[in-house]
């Protein structure tokens, strides 16, 4: 069974204060079963790991000293060739100085997407997980300052693809003046990456849009007309070794000033991986 996590999704347990401030390298960490509904390793206990500072189980975010604040934003198990990770994700803001002067972020300012994955090592023992990687940048998402927001109504998809890696998408809906984005945030993972290797063990792969809603800013019609839809993600053989990713619609869209109309086959999607940019963008 494979189980997902979000920030506030934790129970708690004693596994941060018990191994924050060690060396990185000594990591192995009591967890268990994968079977269980709570996560592994409690959000506190990741932030600990990554940051090498103490940090209660419950806590979601840290202020560090150059004042970055790292937050929780995400945790999935993994079952993959025969292995059991879980990798889980934080985002940070930018540092003190970075934000000296301002009143709020502008809409481009992204965060700092990182990765710390555990790998069950030892099941049904105690420790159970040791570190399998952590990586401190693994590219940047969002906007305002402020990431993605995890939807906790969809479960997350994976594609296996030939050359061994994989393939995460994790639902998100975020929302912004009154519109929520939905989409998904795409994540590489190559388990079996030697220091030699260019890129990470995770890699941040871009964004896919699905749909949007606008019925907190369109007040029943009075104030715009009222849209809202969604999308179907699946995985495509593409030329290279990552699959294209196509989005079919539903629902409705604007059609000019005051008229809405219902999404058809043609404004189905088709997101391919574009190797300049290293991020899947529509095509």
Partial sequence: ????????????????????????????????????????????????V????EV??????????????ATFWYGQELDFDGKYYYASFVWHTRDSAARQGEDFAAPEVQV??????????????????????????????????????VDPKRQALEHRTADGRLLLAVPTATFDDGVVTKGYTMLLFNPNKKPEDDGWVWSYV???????????ACDEGAVMPCIGSDG????????GPLPQVQVKVSGT??????????????DNLTYVYDGKTQQYASH
Avoid: C
Wanted: proline share 7%.
């Fill in 232 to 239: 179907e993600l699946s995985f495509v053989a593409g030329q």
């Fill in 1 to 48: 069974m494979k189980n997902t996590f979000k920030a506030g999704s934790f129970m708690h347990s004693g596994l941060a204060k018990a191994f924050a401030g060690l060396a990185l390298a000594t990591f192995t960490l009591a967890a268990p079963a994968l079977a269980q509904a709570s996560a592994p390793i409690p959000p506190g206990a990741v932030l600990a």
């Fill in 50 to 53: 990554m940051q090498n500072v």
């Fill in 253 to 266: 869209t604007f059609q000019g000033p005051g008229k809405i109309r219902s999404l058809a086959a043609a």
């Fill in 56 to 69: 209660p189980d419950q806590d979601e975010e840290v202020e560090l000293q150059d004042g970055v604040t």
């Fill in 206 to 216: 871009g964004q896919v849009r699905t749909g949007e809603d606008n019925s907190a």
């Fill in 112 to 149: 700092r997407l990182a990765d710390a994955t555990f790998e069950l090592t030892h099941p049904g023992q105690t420790p159970a997980y040791s570190i399998r990687s952590i990586e401190r940048k693994i590219g940047f998402f969002g906007g305002r300052e402020k990431p993605e927001e």
